[in-house]
Nanobody
Framework: QVQLVESGGGSVQPGGSLRLSCAVS????????IAWFRQAPGQEREAVGC????????YYSDFVKGRFTISEDNSKNTVYLQMNSLKPEDTATYYC????????????????WGQGTQVTVSS
């Protein structure tokens, strides 16, 4: 059974850091790319970045470049989102999603989603 479980969210002050985890089961990271999204209240969901283990490629949206880093641990079947220099506008629920193939942007829809983890950046 395919499952994606996010964790690591919380409250942090501006300038702080958090590391989110996306633990996947039912498939391996080599076979499916994983994307990170976020959605703030009243706003549309937006893509944060993506990792393709098979292609050894990572992509980031402009608003997180230089601050967020995606990594993976194949032995744990887990993808991480390291978030540094957090800003109040980074406040959102963060989700990971399974692409329908091994490449980022391979499909316009996603096979599975996690339940999300809340990140709040506030002083």
């Amino acid at each position: 059974q395919v499952q994606l479980v996010e964790s690591g969210g919380g409250s942090v002050q501006p300038g702080g850091s958090l590391r989110l985890s996306c633990a996947v089961s039912g498939f391996t990271l080599a076979d499916y790319a994983i994307a990170w999204f976020r959605q703030a209240p009243g706003q549309e969901r937006e893509a944060v970045g993506c990792v393709s283990v098979s292609a050894n490629r990572k992509y980031y949206s402009d608003f997180v470049k230089g601050r967020f880093t995606i990594s993976e641990d194949n032995s744990k079947n887990t993808v991480y989102l390291q978030m540094n220099s957090l800003k109040p506008e980074d406040t959102a629920t963060y989700y990971c999603a399974q692409f329908r193939g091994p490449a980022c942007f391979e499909s316009a829809t996603f096979a599975s989603w996690g339940q999300g983890t809340q990140v709040t950046v506030s002083s």
